[in-house]
């Protein structure tokens, strides 16, 4: 496009927006003098007192004068301008109702007067007919005698008495009369009677058209019709006037050519209209064409002047982003921060467009499409999740209340049978503790990690050293032993196993990360006497772990250098150091994983791959989980291949898995929560990864004030003051059940607060409503019942505010055994709930989280703490707490925890504290559940705990930095088959419950191969699966052979596994030997062949 035909189309513009501009002038004209007009009528009837008049008559005698008050014009123009056009309007309406009213009434009057005119018009005409029957000589055809008497007839009649003096004729002479005038009477009827038919046949004969025009001569038809015609007008008139005229009587034959004539003229016009119709719509179409066309280039012109304006825009801005970064000199294509710049640059572009209705939309809220959807202050697409709705286990009332949806009550009555067998279930399990020394070197144990089987149990100690136990063993039996040969101490502060188990991550405080292998380095004597580890009764040493990997912050290696990472710039982040770690999901057809993800202090986390890494042997092929290809790969330190997860900047604490193989969940210490999924749609343009999804836990609890301002409004009281009308006690049973009614239709739920107050015998409920409540406040539904009959006394609305209590400190969060649930602990001070109730005392909050819903869940569990221990959880790590797997019989998880010194157990089902420590010298304490000894099961502020789930029992192991020792506690469970099976019951029929995997519980169902060698009974299977597909290939086999080929089997295997044996035994014996880790079968099991190989059994102990 030329700069000419620019120029034309800017002219055309600016023409069009002045006309646009005139146009709306006059419009500000006309409403202006539209406005002048009607405050000249307002003021003309408001001087004649006419307004006033019809306001009176529109609003009534009581109401007119506040009105006219209220509009009147002494309030100025702006009121004149706003408010006077709304009185003007509601009189005119009156106005118009008063005229249809008038309108209607004198249409129904005028209505009933036609119909009785018509009445009256009928009966006259039915009057009119009767008289003309009636008409004429009534008796010119009777006799003299019989006319004269009905003349007597018709005269009045006189009455005949004595006093009169005269008589009536003599009877024998007026039958005489009657006889001789009886010939003529008959002669006269026979007369009247012909005449009657002559009359009958001329009105009633049909007319046969003897005057019709046939009878008359040509020269006569001219007067004929002048004639007829005079006599149709007179016939007509006659007509009109005994008969309605509103509807005139048509011959037939005028009415078909009215007919026709009608239909021709409506033919006619719909032809012309439709001819007209036509020629609009095609000039429309042509139009419409024709400006569709115009639109289109115009559209187009402008879109190319828009991309045209911001691709100038874009080339100069990066141009001078160029020049300002590398001081005039600018980069070529070919380098890497080229593409960088402008990647960045664009997506900047799309972020912004992405989240430009929020750029605007916060300060407008009601134009968000989604009102209730809560979204953190900081980002927008953050969703809070807030855990306001829950209300603590130990002041959750468990008892069904009416004011509750029957469903409600039904989970309480649940809950509470379930809550009350799992103490009992509790009560008796029993304790065995034992105890074992560890170095004094070691300084105490700094943290510990179980394997995924809970077959291994690896610490870390305070120094810096590494041991690997092994817990089938009894004692616990040491496996693996690394000393930290370093005079400094360097704790090791995190520690994760593979999925198999046969890889760790160590992580230590001094900012090294190191892979260890489980494979066996061989025995130092001299490193395993550091750590005062010595023979066993077999002679059996633990060997060293085996060094994959070292990455040291001191040596940069958890900085990019080389691949696009390094070349965007990221080099320059400075000293980051590793916090938490965990292997990746990706695995080998053997179930090896390589990769790793470390979270580091920044925030970042590293998705490292040690499968490339020098000397680790030969690349592995991925079955789950593949890398994702891309242009180039980025390296770290030690040449390890890396991919770069980022978000914020906040330290990450924690690094997990869904169910161990699915999304990526990271928790920060800011209680932001990440959802990473390793798909390329998730790939920024920078090359690093985003989140998923983002969330953020609300760490704060919402307090609920009453409004000062508002004292409350009474619906229902059985206390009624005695200035007042007081009621019967029909009355107010009538009325109480009435309210009750509306309160049970309300289903209130759970009250906030409950009081009672012993010296009313009343109980006082507070019920939140439904859904958030705001902060500027919203009515509460407030309760008073007669305690002992639960009878309700009083019920009133209050308006409460919300107020949030943010926590003092987010001390940690901790995932259970299949990523799925995360428990945070959350420290809070004490705060008050309200002027007439006593402060809340400081108090730590523990809230699970449903990783797979992104929601909180039942059940929250408070613990309240003196000042004391406030300070020390407040001011150091005095707080520790371990979650166990589902247990068999209950099938729930447990949270062993250590608060300040202070251990207890608690069920995540019901959040029931299942087990604590007591002092024997106080034997009053009514205690539920386990109850440990304290003074043999002591328990300092920094004791942490580890739970093994183990055949038929759990393995307690507790550890401390300040302690020597591994306590070693074995619950054991001792209620019988029947008390099992009637706690498995009652937890099944919880209709809350979480279906847990078996796999993942421990169960007192142990497994074993009967008389056959595990390794021996694995391989029978995987050969009886290699005959079954080759019979159904080539035929069935008989039973002689079948026979035959699994006792050919049996002695095969059985030989095998006895010459590894016997070889395994001869390696043991050899001091120093890399194999003397390697353990013999327990001694259970039996290397014999058995002649009738059995199948897996299983010992059902429920």
């Known amino acids: 496009m030329s700069y000419n035909q620019l120029e034309e189309t800017r002219k055309k513009l600016e023409l069009d927006i002045l006309r646009r501009s005139a146009e709306r002038e006059k419009m500000q004209l006309k409403k202006v003098d539209e406005m002048r007009r009607r405050e000249e009528l307002l003021e003309k009837l408001n001087k004649t007192k006419y307004l ?16 006219d008050n209220q509009y009147n014009y002494d309030h100025g123009k702006s009121s004149l301008q706003t408010s006077r056009p709304h009185v003007l309007r509601d009189v005119l309406s009156s106005r118009h109702k008063d005229f249809y009213h008038t309108q209607k009434n004198h249409m129904e009057e005028m209505r009933q007067l036609n119909a009785q005119r018509n009445l009256l018009m009928e009966e006259r005409d039915l009057l009119k007919k009767r008289k003309y029957i009636m008409a004429g000589d009534r008796y010119s055809s009777l006799s003299e ?34 006889k001789d005038a009886m010939p003529k009477e008959i002669a006269n009827y026979w007369s009247l009677r012909d005449q009657y038919e002559k009359r009958h046949k001329r009105i009633h004969k049909s007319y046969q058209g003897e005057l019709g025009p046939q009878s008359y001569r040509a020269w006569q038809m001219q007067d004929y019709h002048m004639v007829r015609g005079l006599v149709e007008d007179e016939v007509d008139k006659v007509l009109d006037i005994f008969f309605n005229a509103d509807h005139p009587v048509i011959s037939k034959s005028n009415v ?78 070919d380098d890497d921060e080229y593409d960088l710049v402008t990647k960045a640059y664009y997506k900047l572009q799309r972020d912004r467009q992405q989240h430009r209705a929020h750029l605007w939309g916060h300060t407008q809220p ?103 136990y092994d817990l089938t063993f009894v004692p616990i039996r040491p496996i693996r032993a690394l000393p930290n040969t370093v005079h400094v ?39 395993l006497k550091s750590l005062d580890v010595r023979p066993d009764d077999q002679g059996f040493l633990p060997s060293q772990l085996t060094q994959l990997l070292l990455l040291d912050m001191n040596n940069n290696d958890f900085n990019f250098q080389a691949g696009p990472l390094y070349n965007s710039q990221l080099k320059e982040r400075g000293v980051v150091i590793p916090i938490v770690s965990h292997f990746f999901p990706s695995l080998t057809f053997l179930g090896t994983q390589y990769e790793f993800c470390c979270g580091l202090s920044n925030g970042d986390v590293l998705k490292c791959d040690t499968e490339l890494v020098p000397d680790n042997g030969t690349p592995a092929i991925k079955v789950y989980n593949k890398k994702i290809a891309q242009d180039s790969a980025s390296f770290i330190g030690q040449s390890v291949e890396v991919e770069l997860f980022r978000d914020r900047k906040n330290p990450i604490i924690h690094i997990g898995f869904l169910h161990h193989m699915s999304d990526m969940i990271t928790v920060d210490y800011s209680g932001y929560i990440n959802i990473w999924k ?49 009621k019967t006690r029909q009355e107010l049973a009538k009325e109480r059940s009435e309210v009750q009614a509306k309160l049970d239709k309300m289903e209130l739920g759970e009250p906030w607060v409950s009081k009672y107050i012993s010296s009313q015998d009343v109980k006082n409920d507070v019920y939140p409503p439904a859904g958030v409540v705001p902060e500027t406040g919203i009515p509460f539904h407030l309760t008073t019942r007669h305690y002992s009959t639960d009878l309700l006394s009083a019920y009133w609305t209050r308006i ?79 707080v520790w707490a371990e979650l166990s797997k589902p247990f068999g019989s209950t099938s729930t998880e447990y949270l062993f925890f250590n608060l300040n010194g202070m251990f207890s157990a608690y069920s995540l089902m019901t959040g029931s504290k299942v087990m604590q420590t007591t002092d024997p010298r106080v034997p009053d304490v009514d205690i539920r559940g386990c109850a440990m000894n304290s003074t043999l099961f002591q328990v300092s502020p920094s004791t942490q705990f580890s739970s093994a789930m183990l055949p038929k029992k759990i393995l307690l192991l507790s550890y401390g930095a300040n302690s020597l020792s591994i306590n070693t506690v074995q619950l054991t469970d001792t209620n019988t088959d029947e008390e099992r099976l009637a706690m498995w019951h009652t937890v099944q029929s919880w209709m809350d419950r979480d279906v847990t995997v078996p796999d993942h519980r421990l169960s007192n169902q142990p497994y074993t191969c009967g008389d056959q060698h595990p390794e021996a009974y694995c391989q029978s299977i995987i050969l009886e699966l290699m005959d079954k597909v080759i019979q159904d290939h080539d035929g069935l086999y008989s039973q002689e052979e079948q026979e035959k080929y699994k006792r050919i089997d049996d002695d095969n295997l059985y030989k095998a596994i006895k010459s590894k044996q016997d070889y395994m035994d001869n390696k043991l014996l050899r001091p120093g030997s890399p194999y003397n880790d390697m353990t013999r079968p327990p001694s259970h099991i039996s290397t014999r062949p058995s002649a009738t190989p059995g199948r897996c059994t299983r010992i059902d102990d429920v």
């Open 52 to 67: 006033s008049n019809e306001l009176k008559q529109t609003y009534g005698s009581d109401m007119h004068k506040e009105v």
């Open 366 to 468: 009601l134009m968000r499409e989604d009102l209730n959807a809560q979204v953190s202050q900081d980002e927008s697409d953050v969703q809070l999740i807030s855990f306001t709705g829950l209300t603590a286990a130990h002041v959750k009332s468990l008892e069904p209340t009416s004011t509750e949806d029957s469903q409600i009550s039904l989970r309480k009555i649940h809950l509470k049978r379930i809550k009350e067998k799992e103490l009992q279930y509790w009560e008796k399990i029993s304790t065995n503790m034992k105890t074992i020394s560890i170095s004094r070197k070691t300084q105490g144990i700094q943290t510990s990690s179980l394997s995924g089987d809970h077959t291994y149990w690896a610490i870390g100690t305070v120094h810096g050293d590494i041991m690997v």
């Open 145 to 178: 005698a019989d006319r004269s008497a009905r003349s007597r007839q018709d005269m009045p009649s006189r009455s005949f008495s004595a006093r009169s003096g005269s008589h009536p004729e003599d009877i024998d002479s007026f039958i005489n009369k009657r």
């Open 800 to 878: 409460y505010k919300a107020q949030k209590v943010s926590c003092s400190r987010f001390i940690s969060c901790q995932s259970n055994h299949d990523e799925t649930l995360m428990v945070f602990f959350l420290l809070f001070a004490a705060y008050p709930l309200n002027s007439s109730d006593p402060d809340k005392g400081p108090h730590l909050s523990i809230v699970l989280l449903d990783l797979l819903k992104m929601k909180t869940k039942d059940p929250k569990i408070e613990v309240m703490l003196r000042e004391s221990t406030y300070e020390a959880c407040l001011n150091g790590d005095n």
């Open 678 to 726: 390793y798909s390329r749609d998730e790939l920024s343009e920078y090359g690093w990864f985003q989140p998923h999804q983002k969330y953020r836990l609300a760490l704060s609890e919402v307090v609920y004030y009453p409004d000062e301002n508002d004292k409350g409004t009474i619906i229902f009281t059985d206390n009624i003051p005695k200035d007042k009308v007081s």
């Open 489 to 527: 101490d360097d704790p090791v502060m995190d520690i994760k196993w593979s999925l198999d188990a046969s890889r760790l991550i160590t992580v230590n405080q001094s900012g090294s990360l190191i892979v260890w292998s489980m494979t066996s380095g061989g025995v130092d004597k001299n490193n």
């Open 256 to 333: 078909e050519l009215a007919i026709e004539s009608d239909d021709k003229e409506v033919k006619h016009g719909r032809d012309s209209l439709s001819e007209k119709r036509a020629a609009i719509l095609v000039s429309e179409e042509i139009i419409l064409q024709v400006t569709r066309d115009i639109v289109k280039n115009v559209a187009q012109e402008i879109c190319d002047i828009k991309l045209l304006a911001a691709y100038l825009t874009d080339t100069n801005l990066m141009r001078l982003v160029e020049d300002v970064t590398t001081e005039g000199e600018g980069r070529t294509e």
